[in-house]
């Protein structure tokens, strides 16, 4: 059943109409699900260039929302006892390789989940439409190198759910979109969610923008390749994506035991910033109420998707700008204290001396992006760098972003206090010599360099 609107979405879209006015969105379509109502609203047009109306209906990107679905898939199977998620890779997919041999023997299916596997995570590219590019694509990370240690660092890892996804394939027989959609969409009366274009393109749909010189322009190419179907590929509905929220909030309905659905949204290692890490799931402790998210950024696309399970709370919210997290950030913390009278914390700032500052400036380099750290007017300022590389290895960056100051909550942790990095966390990570061993920020670790 589809409200139209309450006092408390009524709040939620006048925050969005405010954000829209002053950011370079184009299209957004929100959704709300609580104690059983939902309340969905679109916003703005699917396109600069071809505008329509979008609606509660429009298809989206959703990026890396995707993963989620990924391990929900891997949960069947090991309900099924077809998997277990700390049998070694290789139990699954004999010849796998990476570029270091001794991680490739030990990974195991909760590395992958969890994002500590520790090769090179930003990897993408296409390998066409033919039912090989999962294999294709896993035979490429096997020459990728190795980052941090198996295990031992938290790092966003697109690369291990593209091996996820083949390893679904093996296991079902199937292609990966093909089990996805048989063992979770069909189920879920999921019938405007797709992977392929050839899907999305006979209903209404956003496509993706990037903001330049702050204005919206078209990003191109609008697929993001077969190969990263298991990783982003999913595109979809605010509506549909409310089934799959009320699912996850639920006993299972016949396809996952609640206690399956339970590991899934129990933390395993610590994220980054106030996050620890569950199967997929990022996981926030707010006091003793858990809130679990997954974000999702493709070519021009931004998304999130947010539950409570404990209040039966969802959000979801998906947008055709590259900045669209700079409006969904604030809105889910805000929509969830309207809802549910739960701030979402805000640790406070620490200050430090310019003695104190000194220690962190420096470049530290990741494979996605190269960050500077310097010390302007007495506080420490960040220029993230993009390097580009998606969809495919040869595709440029695009705008740099403006900088930002950096504030610190905790020991070594900090905070950007600027658009359109503002509310993002990282952190200093320090080896046994005490000297910072990686800075970890936008989810990945970045190496000092040394001059």
């Given at each position: 059943?589809?409200?139209?609107?309450?006092?408390?979405?009524?709040?939620?879209?006048?925050?969005?109409?405010?954000?829209?006015?002053?950011?370079?969105?184009?299209?957004?379509?929100?959704?709300?699900?609580?104690?059983?109502?939902?309340?969905?609203?679109?916003?703005g047009v699917t396109s600069v260039e071809n505008p329509l109306p979008v609606t509660a209906d429009t298809l989206f990107q959703t990026g890396s929302i995707t993963k989620t679905f990924t391990a929900t898939i891997l949960m069947r199977l090991l309900e099924q006892g077809r998997l277990e998620l700390d049998a070694?890779?290789?139990?699954?997919?004999?010849?796998?390789?990476?570029?270091?041999?001794?991680?490739?023997?030990?990974?195991?299916?909760?590395?992958?989940?969890?994002?500590?596997?520790?090769?090179?995570?930003?990897?993408?590219?296409?390998?066409?439409?033919?039912?090989?590019?999962?294999?294709?694509?896993?035979?490429?990370?096997?020459?990728?190198?190795?980052?941090?240690?198996?295990?031992?660092?938290?790092?966003?890892?697109?690369?291990?759910?593209?091996?996820?996804?083949?390893?679904?394939?093996?296991?079902?027989?199937?292609?990966?979109?093909?089990?996805?959609?048989?063992?979770?969409?069909?189920?879920?009366?999921?019938?405007?969610?797709?992977?392929?274009?050839?899907?999305?393109?006979?209903?209404?749909?956003?496509?993706?923008?990037?903001?330049?010189?702050?204005?919206?322009?078209?990003?191109?190419?609008?697929?993001?390749?077969?190969?990263?179907?298991?990783?982003?590929?999913?595109?979809?509905?605010?509506?549909?994506?409310?089934?799959?929220?009320?699912?996850?909030?639920?006993?299972?309905?016949?396809?996952?035991?609640?206690?399956?659905?339970?590991?899934?949204?129990?933390?395993?290692?610590?994220?980054?910033?106030?996050?620890?890490?569950?199967?997929?799931?990022?996981?926030?402790?707010?006091?003793?109420?858990?809130?679990?998210?997954?974000?999702?950024?493709?070519?021009?696309?931004?998304?999130?998707?947010?539950?409570?399970?404990?209040?039966?709370?969802?959000?979801?919210?998906?947008?055709?700008?590259?900045?669209?997290?700079?409006?969904?950030?604030?809105?889910?913390?805000?929509?969830?204290?309207?809802?549910?009278?739960?701030?979402?914390?805000?640790?406070?700032?620490?200050?430090?001396?310019?003695?104190?500052?000194?220690?962190?400036?420096?470049?530290?380099?990741?494979?996605?992006?190269?960050?500077?750290?310097?010390?302007?007017?007495?506080?420490?300022?960040?220029?993230?760098?993009?390097?580009?590389?998606?969809?495919?290895?040869?595709?440029?960056?695009?705008?740099?972003?403006?900088?930002?100051?950096?504030?610190?909550?905790?020991?070594?942790?900090?905070?950007?206090?600027?658009?359109?990095?503002?509310?993002?966390?990282?952190?200093?990570?320090?080896?046994?010599?005490?000297?910072?061993?990686?800075?970890?920020?936008?989810?990945?670790?970045?190496?000092?360099?040394?001059?």
């Amino acid at each position: 059943m589809t409200i139209i609107s309450d006092e408390k979405f009524e709040a939620v879209i006048d925050e969005i109409t405010a954000g829209m006015a002053r950011l370079p969105i184009p299209g957004l379509a929100v959704g709300v699900l609580h104690e059983g109502q939902t309340y969905t609203a679109g916003f703005g047009v699917t396109s600069v260039e071809n505008p329509l109306p979008v609606t509660a209906d429009t298809l989206f990107q959703t990026g890396s929302i995707t993963k989620t679905f990924t391990a929900t898939i891997l949960m069947r199977l090991l309900e099924q006892g077809r998997l277990e998620l700390d049998a070694p890779v290789r139990t699954y997919l004999p010849d796998f390789q990476l570029g270091d041999e001794g991680v490739a023997a030990r990974a195991t299916i909760r590395h992958l989940l969890t994002h500590t596997g520790g090769w090179l995570g930003d990897y993408f590219n296409d390998f066409g439409y033919g039912d090989d590019a999962q294999q294709k694509m896993v035979d490429a990370i096997a020459g990728l190198p190795q980052w941090t240690p198996l295990g031992e660092v938290w790092s966003y890892c697109n690369t291990g759910f593209n091996i996820a996804g083949r390893i679904i394939e093996v296991i079902t027989g199937q292609t990966y979109e093909a089990a996805v959609k048989s063992l979770l969409l069909d189920p879920l009366d999921m019938k405007m969610s797709f992977y392929f274009p050839h899907d999305v393109m006979v209903h209404r749909f956003a496509v993706g923008h990037q903001v330049i010189e702050q204005q919206p322009r078209v990003a191109y190419p609008w697929p993001i390749g077969r190969a990263g179907h298991p990783v982003g590929g999913v595109v979809s509905t605010v509506n549909d994506l409310l089934k799959y929220a009320r699912f996850h909030m639920s006993d299972g309905q016949g396809l996952l035991k609640a206690e399956t659905l339970k590991l899934m949204q129990t933390p395993i290692v610590q994220g980054s910033g106030l996050d620890v890490f569950g199967p997929s799931w990022f996981i926030t402790p707010i006091g003793d109420t858990p809130v679990l998210r997954h974000g999702g950024a493709t070519h021009g696309f931004t998304a999130d998707f947010t539950i409570v399970p404990s209040r039966q709370f969802a959000i979801v919210t998906l947008t055709n700008s590259d900045q669209g997290s700079v409006l969904y950030g604030p809105l889910r913390a805000h929509a969830i204290q309207r809802y549910l009278g739960i701030e979402w914390p805000n640790p406070p700032h620490i200050a430090r001396s310019p003695e104190q500052l000194a220690g962190y400036i420096g470049d530290y380099d990741a494979p996605e992006d190269w960050v500077e750290l310097r010390i302007r007017d007495g506080e420490l300022w960040l220029q993230q760098r993009p390097k580009g590389g998606f969809p495919t290895p040869d595709v440029p960056p695009g705008e740099t972003p403006p900088p930002t100051r950096l504030a610190f909550w905790g020991e070594d942790k900090i905070i950007a206090l600027d658009e359109p990095l503002k509310g993002m966390r990282g952190e200093f990570l320090r080896g046994a010599d005490g000297a910072i061993a990686w800075f970890r920020f936008s989810g990945r670790v970045h190496r000092p360099i040394s001059e």
